[in-house]
């Protein structure tokens, strides 16, 4: 699912801009319980996590699906979080953020999720076969005879 692994990826680089944008206070916010500084921290390790799903979900590893799916679910947490901080103390590009992104990662989730393990199921339409390098001569593909 490569796709996923893509929005992984672009999720991952806009939480790392975010963070750099709070952590260097170009982004405050109205009241507390926000604070930049860890909002500025949390976008960081939850880029980080996801850009590292991203990464195995790319690369198609025996353990890709698995990866991405911790590091989807580490981040849809996390938005989850960060949603009910920023929409006490936050500023409205900052919840429409949350807003935005969330959706996209529950789906992300839920579409790898729905992709089940193990090879050729991985993606799609994947017409793989099951084992790579593994194909049946063409006279045994109709069965005995």
């Known amino acids: 699912m490569r796709w996923v692994a893509a929005l992984s990826g672009l999720a991952a680089v ?22 930049a500084d860890h909002a500025g921290a949390a976008e960081a390790l939850i880029g980080l996590v996801l850009a590292g799903g991203a990464v195995a979900l790319w690369r198609e590893g025996a353990r890709a699906r698995t990866a991405a799916l911790s590091a989807i679910g580490f981040a849809v947490i996390g938005f989850c979080w960060g949603l009910s901080i920023t929409a006490r103390g936050g500023h409205w590009p900052d919840i429409a953020y949350h807003l935005s992104v ?3 990662l529950v789906g992300s989730f839920v579409a790898l999720l729905r992709a089940g393990p193990g090879p050729g199921r991985f993606a799609v339409g994947n017409d793989r076969p099951a084992r790579p390098g593994f194909q049946l001569p063409d006279d045994e593909l109709d069965g005995p005879r």
């Open 14 to 35: 806009s939480l790392l801009a975010a963070s750099a944008l709070h952590l260097s206070g170009q982004v405050t916010g109205r009241s507390a319980p926000f604070d």
């Open 102 to 104: 969330l959706p996209l």
